[in-house]
């Protein structure tokens, strides 16, 4: 998993910057707080920037708190203070530097402002040496259980444990953190250490009547809201904020759910018909320079080559910019300015329920939502699944949501030539398989099955800044992933065909193709070149049939099978990419190997219902 | 007939409800260190004092209290009937099966010797949790799923139940034992609900919700 990373350069020193993701904690939960930790413990970076947010002081400290734990050289960003004032929120930075120990500089990133202040810091922080940051001190018994672990442990050799410190092994251990745990369990000889946690957590659970790592957690807590209260005061502003309104009316069980109906509904209705006229526009403006380009190249190159270098190169390129800059780009500022607002959180409240039915909850609507522009943004936005195994259901539905591509097929073959009322249908088609393969995979996906616990930030203005950011980052993800992979794979698929091998393949499996899904044999083809990119379906078919007047080669039936097969039966190959990536080669392998799976499953039976129905 | 045998059934219902509550005052003024008597149990309970003598004369005839010199104390019995009821309350309220299996597990319920035990072997529910619930220290009927609590109404969490990494969560979340929480609004179509928190906003899934109790603070 990537992190983004970064140079800056500041009164003569070069600063390398990496942006950990966003986490509540250090405990073992989810892959980003592994990285996290991971990477401040094996990296040792100079300084540890802890952006704090101002208006939830209490919820951000516990992170801080953990971080100094870790014995990080620690740097608080106290951000968001513009909002957290506008809130009646007020903080005495000094006073929390005191009872921190840590250096605090008030910012607000999306005006710039105190970021220089923080670069300042940076640089006497690395010139002065670290101050020593105040972990809390937890009670008696857990101080004594910790010191008493801390002793066991100097005995045993730690290996991958090395490089953290050894109290919070120790803390760690009476958490019961899943892979500190592991991780020591391989060393040899450890018995005695596990010996004087159980011994231990034993004395606390008896002491305190509860579980050790909830009298750990509720410990931080404690000291936390200690420290909060010597440096936060708040006055509640004298009207309800707009922000309580707006609230109160998307959340409301009837209002709610037509706001939000109205809102999924406006983006797709904004996103196509907007990206369409678009799309045809840098289409026809494209296709001619790539008409041009032909005829020059046709001049010095020989043939073969020019084929593979206009079809198979520059094809691939622009049939990406066409995708991406109608339909993903705006799709994902739209997405972004709903997510900055904090109407996100909102819809997801609504649908936990729905997305439960999906063996799923309520957050897993974002990456959903994320997979209609493109599937590639929509594997890596799974991240925010807390568990391996909600990730994973996510991943999987997240390939079989129509993507902007997908869509474009539906519309050019079903929508076209059936009226939109099928190219409707086939979109609701796609909802239930998503919900059916959901429920399957909650029931046979190993692990605990975990439900929402989101944090609902309160609504505020949307900053442009962020959101350009935020949607910049979610297309890069196709541009950087996606777009290299289209353009290399269909060179490749360009070379195989000027050297006659799809003719070939299309002729052996042909016979298996008529008889399987009812399409003629040429429909290979294009099927074989939606592996690539969906629309390319499209344009490939109109290619091998010579025609844009399908209705000429396809019955209807055939339109549906088609298109119904070219929306399931593979994620593209840049998604492929992007959930081996993501989930590894046997899970990528799987969640293909399903939507092969179900695409043949449901194309057979629907050609043999339409048969036997006498639609055709 | 039917009549009769309904309002016995009721009456019964009602007056095993007043030996339970009545039990667990004594328990929760024993623990306390204070010395149960007839006005402090009237007090912890709401009944009426001659209520309370009825209900006490009852238990002791079932063997639940004892009178030694002068001082009213819970018998083992008593006491065990008082761990069975708080362990079985909270199993009827959470694990209870739905509707039309609750019947047929209410024949098989009879098997059950231990609520507590129960709840560990069969649920999977924490030991540590089990012996929390124990030993709490009032009357159980004060702790409810959050879930169950109106719109607007406070609560201190008291434990949460469920596996690993939701527990987890939630106390990273920082709903720790003893700590207040507010329920904001409640999701229709039981969806999730949402809770102030040490200063901000969660949601909660209403399965994890109703796993978190929390006694009633009005």
């Known amino acids: 998993m990537e992190k983004a990373e970064g140079k800056l350069y500041y009164s003569g020193y070069e600063i390398y910057v990496v942006d950990l993701p966003g986490i509540y904690s250090l405990s073992a939960l989810s892959i980003e707080e592994l990285i996290a930790r991971d990477y401040i413990a094996s990296e040792k970076p100079d300084i540890v920037i802890d952006v704090v947010d101002a208006s939830a002081l209490e919820r951000n400290l516990y992170l801080t708190v953990q971080l100094l734990e870790l014995e990080a050289p620690l740097l608080i960003a106290l951000n968001q203070v513009d909002f957290a004032a506008k809130r009646g929120i007020r903080i005495d930075v000094e006073a929390l530097e005191r009872e921190l120990g840590v250096k605090v500089v008030p910012t607000i990133a999306t005006t710039g402002y105190g970021v220089d202040e923080l670069v300042k810091a940076v640089v006497s922080f690395y010139e002065e040496g670290k101050p020593s940051g105040r972990a809390p001190r937890y009670g008696r018994e857990v101080e004594e259980a910790i010191e008493a672990i801390e002793k066991e442990l100097s005995n045993v050799t730690l290996g991958e444990l090395e490089r953290f410190p050894k109290r919070w092994i120790a803390i760690k251990l009476l958490e019961r953190d899943s892979e500190v745990w592991e991780l020591l369990s391989k060393q040899p000889s450890c018995d005695a250490v596990f010996e004087a946690v159980a011994k231990w957590s034993q004395k606390i659970e008896s002491m305190h009547g509860e579980r050790a790592p909830a009298i750990i957690a509720a410990e931080r807590y404690g000291f936390i809201t200690r420290v909060v209260e010597r440096v936060q005061t708040i006055t509640t502003p004298a009207k309800p904020s707009l922000s309580e309104a707006v609230d109160e009316l998307t959340t409301h069980p009837v209002a709610g759910y037509l706001i939000l109906a109205c809102v999924v509904a406006g983006i797709f209705a904004a996103v196509f018909e907007g990206g369409s006229a678009l799309s045809a526009f840098l289409e026809s403006v494209l296709s001619g320079w790539l008409l041009a380009a032909r005829q020059w190249l046709l001049s010095i190159l020989p043939a073969w080559a020019v084929d593979v270098l206009i079809d198979g190169v520059l094809t691939g390129f622009v049939a990406g910019l066409v995708l991406v800059i109608p339909y993903v780009l705006p799709f994902y500022v739209i997405l972004a300015l709903l997510e900055d607002s904090g109407y996100l959180p909102r819809a997801a409240f609504l649908v936990d329920n729905l997305m439960h039915k999906m063996g799923l909850h309520g957050k897993a609507f974002i990456p959903l939502m994320l997979g209609f522009g493109c599937n590639v943004p929509a594997v890596m936005g799974c991240r925010i699944m807390e568990t391996e195994r909600e990730r994973f259901i996510a991943g999987l539905l997240a390939t079989f949501v129509p993507c902007a591509a997908r869509t474009v097929v539906i519309l050019g073959v079903v929508g076209r030539f059936l009226g939109l009322g099928w190219a409707l249908a086939l979109y609701l088609i796609d909802i239930l398989v998503v919900i059916a393969v959901g429920r399957l995979a909650h029931r046979v996906a190993p692990g605990e099955p975990m439900g929402l616990i989101m944090e609902m930030p309160p609504y505020r203005k949307p900053s442009p800044s962020v959101v350009l950011r935020q949607s910049w980052l979610r297309t890069k993800d196709f541009l950087y992933i996606a777009l290299p992979i289209i353009v290399l794979g269909s060179s490749f698929l360009e070379v195989l065909k000027v050297a006659g091998v799809i003719d070939q393949a299309s002729q052996a499996f042909a016979p298996a193709m008529s008889a399987i899904l009812g399409l003629p044999g040429f429909a290979v083809v294009p099927l074989v070149f939606g592996v690539l990119r969906k629309e390319l379906a499209l344009v490939m078919l109109v290619e091998v049939a010579g025609t844009t007047n399908l209705s000429l080669v396809f019955t209807p039936s055939q339109m549906v099978v088609f298109s119904l097969v070219t929306m399931l039966y593979v994620p593209c190959i840049a998604t492929v990419a992007a959930l081996f990536k993501e989930f590894g080669v046997g899970k990528a392998a799987l969640i293909t190997a399903t939507n092969l799976l179900v695409a043949t499953a449901l194309g057979a039976s629907s050609f043999r219902l339409m048969e036997l129905l006498g639609f055709s | ?218």
């Open chain 2, 1 to 218: 007939m039917l009549m009769r045998w309904g309002l016995g059934w009721l009456r019964r219902r009602k007056s095993s409800t007043q030996t339970a509550e009545v039990l667990e005052a004594i328990d929760t003024l024993e623990r306390g260190g204070g010395s149960p008597s007839v006005k402090a149990i009237s007090a912890a309970t709401g009944l009426g004092s001659d209520e309370v003598r009825r209900v006490l004369s009852e238990a002791a005839d079932k063997g639940l209290v004892s009178v030694e010199r002068g001082r009213l104390r819970l018998t083992d019995k008593g006491r065990a009937s008082v761990l069975e009821h708080r362990t079985r309350y909270v199993h009827d309220l959470v694990l209870r099966p739905p509707p039309p299996l609750a019947t047929l597990s209410r024949v098989w319920e009879r098997e059950v010797s231990s609520w507590g035990d129960h709840l560990v072997r069969n649920h999977g529910i924490d030991q540590q949790v089990v012996q929390r619930l124990m030993e709490y220290r009032g009357r159980i009927e004060q702790v409810v799923p959050l879930t169950s609590l109106a719109e607007g109404e406070r609560g201190e969490v008291v434990f949460v139940l469920g596996g690993r990494g939701a527990v987890r969560r939630l106390w990273d979340m920082g709903l720790t034992p003893g700590t207040e929480v507010i329920l904001a609004r409640r999701a229709p179509f039981m969806g999730p609900v949402e809770v102030l928190v040490r200063g901000t906003s969660l949601a909660l899934g209403r399965g994890i919700a109703s796993r978190v109790f929390v006694r009633v603070k009005r």
